[in-house]
């Protein structure tokens, strides 16, 4: 049954005291369906507007190598540091924003939908350039899509620069095209394999090794440049038609089109909507999620073609969404984020030009709690499981967050039998309103609320 406080908490962001919640799971959709108000007040560049840059810190860092006197030389590792100083100044702001979208948004399902599906398309940049713009990546190939068609989000994911980057596909070439043989460069499954096993089918999905090599023949062509973008270059696919699954996909000439056939047929796949089900129902309701919950799922998926947006709605309007007791832990981001929109902040409060306290504040303590931002683990994602995010060191790290950032954020603390009423609603455990007003401090109040149990599920 619907429940307002459940839905923020559940499916939204958190609790906020000045921000009324959902009436209904219609409202939600309703939220979800309008424009990105959120985006527009705390805006991220797309990885698109950002890719100029990173060639003119390319350019920089080779001038620096190049240049012939030492003043030259004096002179482009200067240019070279402010680039890079300015891109990491924006990175943080970038940051900033991703937490104040969650802090004052009214619509809190499309932050917690634009985290998932950037985990489940999981890229990440390496280096001192490319580490800093997962975000813009987010932005431009995946927070456009969440009320969108899977197949939409599947072609946009697998022709981003990064993407292609951190799964080296920019180095497969076919070793029979042009420049496999002039080169000696051959075959990299990485992003075939990924989008198989993560993507799409499922670890456990109907596919063997023979289909990953053809795929990734079949890929082959998928570059990028650093001036113009994403790039299909047919000399470098591999000549003649591939079979994945039972299909033949291209011929003689190498087209991108048949690469998106081959996507598209993926995306349709019954298999992958068993696999996007079940993550979507692990995410947002159980680690062991109802089956029906999952059948349920899997049937919208497939009868909307890959409809988000229905399978959004499917999820919001199913009984077993919204059994009373929570059983997910709050990811690290969701832990700060709904503790930062149970504080009542406003953007100042958000050092978004200062990257020493935003990084005390936030990348550092996240980093510890096992979510580093930007920065997952492997190309799959951070952890479901609930056990991943509760360790002794991590729960320790929430535990200090709790108990000294409130009062660094904001000096004017509520008092805590007000945040408690903010932060957990109305079913506020005894002993943490026992513990809460029986603290020394506002900061300590607060802290033992955050740091509780019940603030720690959803």
Known sequence: MFDPERAEKRFGCGLAPGIAGPASAAEIMERLRAPDEAAAAFPIPTFSQVLPRLRGLQLARQARRTTATDTARAETLESYRALRKALRLDATRWGGHVLLRRALTRDGLRERLTAFWADHFTARGDGQLWGLVQLPYVEEAVRPHVTGRFGDMLRAVMTQPLMLSYLDQHRSAGANSPIGQARGRGLNENLAREMLELHTLGADGPYTQADVTELAKLLTGLTFHMERGFEFRPNLAEPGAETVLGISYGGETARLADIYAALDALAAHPATAAHVARKLAVHFISDRPD?????????????????????????????????????????????????????????????????????????????????????????????????????????AARISWAMTAPFQIRRALPRPEEFARAALGIDIPAPVRSAALGAETRAEGIGLILASPAFQRV
């Open 291 to 395: 089956a029906a919950l999952v059948d349920a799922l899997s049937g919208v998926f497939q009868s909307t073609d890959g409809d988000l947006a229905a399978l959004t709605e499917a999820l919001l309007t199913h009984p077993a969404a919204w059994q009373p007791e929570a059983r997910n832990v709050k990811r690290p981001v969701d832990f700060i984020g709904s503790a930062l929109r149970a504080l009542d902040l406003v953007p100042r409060h958000i050092p978004l030009t200062a990257p020493r306290k935003m990084d005390a504040l936030f990348t550092a303590p996240m980093t510890l709690m096992g979510q580093p931002p930007g920065q997952p683990p492997g190309p799959d994602g951070f952890a479901e499981d609930d056990l991943d995010w509760i360790t002794p060191q991590r729960l």
